[in-house]
RNA sequence: GCCGGUGUGGCGGAACUGGCAUACGCAGCGGACUUAAAAUCCGCUCCCCGUAAGGGGUUGAGGGUUCAAAUCCCUCCACCGGCACCA
């Protein structure tokens, strides 16, 4: 046996006993409290592992650990997001069938997950594409079906040539495909949709309930997107029918001066008069045409079309043309505005563009020269019914909008209203990597299939190849397509399309529960135990969508009583980036990756866990330095040599006697210290205390048991191979995952002398040593007699002597 | 443009509730051990003046509150993330 610590031997012969012994095997038990310690769990890429993941991946394995050791019931589960466009691409380039790349890159993702020591209960490993699995995920989607969640609908879709496919919007940056940045235009299409936004009051208002970054909660709240305002009707002239309009801007009603529909927009047909038919076609197919990338460009200046048609204003009577413009979203309100040019900037220049009127319904601004839309400064002006019945001139706009709003509603020309950002969600994907609908088409109706023939299994195929058209590779293969409807026998056609990625990842931690039940989601009893996710880590990219999603049906299946919580995720935490170690993005093209497996071959799984905890704090984005790990290597030597001789065996330096008391006191305070920083997830300060304990154990000739045990175990969530193996050369019976968590006794964190700090006038002059136990007069008169200071003071009795207690006394001259 | 966040030595970063700025690690310098090197151990290392004792300055910039500010307030700058015609 080599002199130094062999981290090959021993990480080989303490995983093995990990896994014979079955220590992170858990088990529902009313008896101990109980903690739910979740990754985001990963889709297997071909790549592997990266060192991105493992820093999430360590920092809940640190913390699920830690728990175990203070007695906690830790379900610290892993699993694979599985299904997702990167097979399904390569199976069309290489003919082989996802089902077999995937399962070898997720047998590469748990080797290295298991080679890091990662403490999972790898008997409820599960993965989205296993059919046990995407059953109940069919399962939920009919639930979502007959509670009228789950709807068809012919809707404009992002259409990407290239893909062959149809992307979500989540799935598109900048205009771009997300995967690949290729164009996407918009495009009609028969889709089935989610019905988010029937949740969406309660997703806003639930985000109380949990512990999450600000940042998140608010990206979550932007994307919901709640607006509060008023719907008015604008009745049309010379035909039937009324414009319904919202606004967040009530106050400037009598300040509009035309009308804007979206070119979508039903009421275009009826308000088109027949000189302007032509031209408004023309504008209508040009924006169906266009990308959202051209539609969304800012800079461009805005169009529309005269429609020839006129609606009335309610308040004043007057009548207002109607115009179409694409700067009006059918998706957003209502689909269609009063414009105010004076008062809002979209309107203003289009007005200008369009030589449109301009009036000024509240003073405090120069709208000649650009949109006055302040609504806590200005003063309503020329808002006054024609019958002089109704006015809010002389308020300032905060005030006018309730007060005009109650009239619309009591004069039933509007009322008020909420809108949302958030859309229904866009659900189908024409791919063949993904769970199928159970839904089967008889007589253009979709009809859900009986539970018991869940799972619809993914049908075998070797030609992966967008069908083209639209559809999905499924619509290919007429032996499965073609079926019958199981209620009526009539002949049926099954969907094609399959669901996205987001599907599966949307209720896995419940799943993690009960990951063998063949009768049920989850059984509902250990449902109620595990439930909610105490700790949930994950990165930031998933702050929306993800997070969004599984939130959405997690209140679903509250609502059918599967889910005993109102929210999942009681608490998150978004694990920074870690950058190369140039301060770039890791990336192939750059040539900067770092290969975790590569890192723990040269310096160990132990040391590699520490430096990811080490570099900085978890939520930064921080650069990688191997420097850095070797640093950490060091740190693990010495705590090595603290307690094993160059031999191998047991150092002298052990020894039984009992340590000092400013020894007591330096373990004491290193146990505070780490408790604390665990607690707060704030592992590099926690492993900056575990150096300063090992710096001074390092110095001592004799470093007592007493000191040496408990800081192995202070060691053991963190670093578990080097102290089980340390743990047992101490001739302790294995594991250390079986041990209590040492205590600090409170009495011994406090040293009993303190070094007090004097200042002059704010700034530090002298130190003085003084018992812990001193009172104010006591450390006032030492330091008024330390000799530094009598220099400074200079016999001057100073004006006002500030004391803090066991801090610092400052003199102010 | 709007929203959120961050800014501390050569580098990664510490600093409780406003109370000794720069813990810990990296890099660098010096020493011990060694025939030598590596490894290890010990020490030094924010900047300026000074041989030294000592003094002055410093937490992106500027101002303010306070006995006392990295920390609180205002203005500005830079960087990161998100949203982006949402009526």
Known sequence: ??????????????????????????????????????????????????????????????????????????????????????????????????TMTTAENIATFRRQMKRAGLSYDWEREISTTDPSYYRWTQWIFLKLFERGLAYVAEVPVNWCPELGTVLANEEIVDGRSEVGGFEVIRKPMRQWVLKITAYADRLLEDLKLVDWPASTLEMQKNWIGRSLGAEVEFPLIGVKGNIRIFTTRADTLFGATYMVLAPEHPLVDVVTVRERRAEVLAYRETTARKSDLQRQDLEKEKTGVFTGGYAVNPVNNERLPIWIADYVLMTYGTGAIM???????????????????????????????????????????????????????????????????????????????????????????????????????????????????????????????????????????????????????KPARRETNTMPQWAGSCWYYLRFIDPKNGRQLVDPAKERYWMPVDLYIGGSEHAVLHLLYARFWHKVLYDIGVASTPE????????????????????????????????????????????????????????????????????????????VNEGGGLSRAVIEAEPSLEQRRLLHQTIKKVTEDLEELRFNTAIAQMMVFTNEMTKLEKRPRALLEPFVLLLSPFAPHIAEELWERLGKAPSVAKELWPQYDPALVASERLTIPIQVNGKLRSKIEVPADSSEEQVVRLARQDAKLAEWLQGKQPRKVIYVEKRLVNFVL
């Not at 040019?341 to 009127?357: G, N």
């Open 1 to 98: 046996m080599g002199k130094a610590y062999d981290h090959r031997t021993v990480e080989a012969k303490w995983q093995a006993y990990w896994g014979e012994q079955g220590t992170f095997r858990v088990m529902e038990d009313p008896a101990r409290p109980k903690f739910y310690c979740l990754d985001m769990f990963p889709y297997p890429s071909g790549s592997g592992l990266h060192v991105g993941h493992l820093e999430g991946y360590t920092a809940t394995d640190i913390v699920s650990r830690y728990k175990r050791m203070r007695g906690f019931n830790v379900l610290h589960p892993m699993g694979w997001d599985a299904f997702g466009l990167p097979a399904e691409q390569y199976a069309v380039k290489t003919g082989i069938h996802p």
């Open 568 to 643: 999942p995720f009681t608490k998150l935490v978004h694990q920074g980036t870690v950058l190369g170690e140039d301060n770039q993005k890791m990336s192939k093209s750059r040539g900067n990756v770092v290969n975790p497996d590569e890192m723990m071959d040269q310096f160990g799984v132990d040391a590699v866990r520490l430096y990811e905890m080490f570099m900085g704090p978890l939520e930064a984005m921080k650069p990688w330095s191997t420097r850095g790990v070797e640093g950490i290597t060091r740190f693990l030597d010495r705590v090595w040599r603290l307690m």
């Open 339 to 489: 414009a105010v040019p004076a008062h809002d900037q979209r309107d203003w220049e289009f007005a200008r563009t369009y030589s449109l009127p301009i009036r000024e319904v509240i003073a405090g601004g120069n709208v000649a020269k650009e949109a006055f839309v302040e609504i806590d400064q200005g003063t309503v002006v020329n808002s006054t019914t024609s019958d002089g019945s109704f006015s809010i001139n002389g308020l300032n706009p905060t005030e006018a909008i309730p007060k005009i709003t109650e009239w619309l509603e009591a004069t039933r020309k509007g009322r008020r209203a909420v809108t949302y950002k958030l859309r229904d969600w866009l659900f189908a994907r024409q791919r063949y990597w993904g769970e199928p609908f159970p839904i089967v088409w008889v007589d253009g109706e979709p009809r859900p299939l009986p539970e018991e023939q869940l799972p619809l299994k993914l049908p075998e195929t070797n030609n992966f190849k967008p069908s083209g058209t639209g559809e999905s590779p499924l619509a290919n293969l007429t032996a499965w397509v073609n079926t019958t409807d199981p209620a009526t026998g």
